[in-house]
Nanobody, 124 residues
């Protein structure tokens, strides 16, 4: 088990920034690829960003590339998502996830554990 807890969500105006954090419990955090997904009302959950177990490889959805930055600190068992130039269409519940295989990091099938989510609301 890898319990995950997200934080940092909130309300921000368009063009603003937010930093989401995901804290993991356990001593095996560095064995997992980590990702962020989001789900807006009435829409399916979608991939946002992912980072490999070492932090050496990062992956982004086209919709957030250049605006969001994913990072991880294996010593602290944390993963962050720095979001800038936020748009109203970024409004969603954001979930962090951990995957043991490192495969299919752009799909939710690649992840074994999920957090409860944190709400991000971007006003126009």
């Amino acid at each position: 088990q890898v319990p995950l807890v997200e934080s940092g969500g909130g309300l921000v105006q368009a063009g603003g920034s937010l930093r989401l954090s995901c804290a993991a419990s356990g001593r095996t955090f560095s064995n997992y690829a980590m990702g962020w997904f989001r789900q807006a009302p009435g829409r399916e959950r979608e991939f946002v960003a992912a980072v490999s177990w070492s932090g050496g490889n990062t992956y982004y959805a086209d919709s957030v590339k250049g605006r969001f930055t994913i990072s991880r600190d294996n010593a602290k068992n944390t993963m962050d998502l720095q979001m800038s130039s936020l748009k109203p269409e970024d409004t969603a519940v954001y979930y962090c996830a951990a995957g043991s295989t490192g495969w299919a990091v752009r799909s939710d099938v690649g992840y074994d554990y999920w957090g409860q989510g944190t709400q991000v609301t971007v006003s126009s």
